[in-house]
């Protein structure tokens, strides 16, 4: 799943939930799924931070 679908499913589960109109066990499910998905937008940012600091690296090496 990329990060940007994570992120519009996350934004459905989000107001989903704010709505209030669903069943307590619906509400479980939804905030399970919403745990999840902040898992796979936080990886997603993690690498792309690991990817910048790495070409940050390999921009001062070079101009070293």
């Given at each position: 799943?990329?990060?940007?679908?994570?992120?519009?499913?996350?934004?459905?589960?989000?107001?989903?939930?704010?709505?209030?109109?669903?069943?307590?066990?619906?509400?479980?499910?939804?905030?399970?799924?919403?745990?999840?998905?902040?898992?796979?937008?936080?990886?997603?940012?993690?690498?792309?931070r690991?990817?910048?600091?790495?070409?940050?690296?390999?921009?001062?090496?070079?101009?070293?």
């Open positions: 799943m990329s990060y940007e679908q994570a992120r519009d499913e996350l934004a459905i589960v989000v107001n989903q939930l704010e709505a209030g109109t669903t069943t307590l066990e619906e509400s479980l499910a939804l905030w399970e799924r919403g745990e999840q998905l902040v898992a796979i937008c936080e990886q997603w940012l993690n690498n792309a690991e990817r910048i600091e790495a070409v940050r690296r390999q921009s001062a090496a070079n101009n070293d």
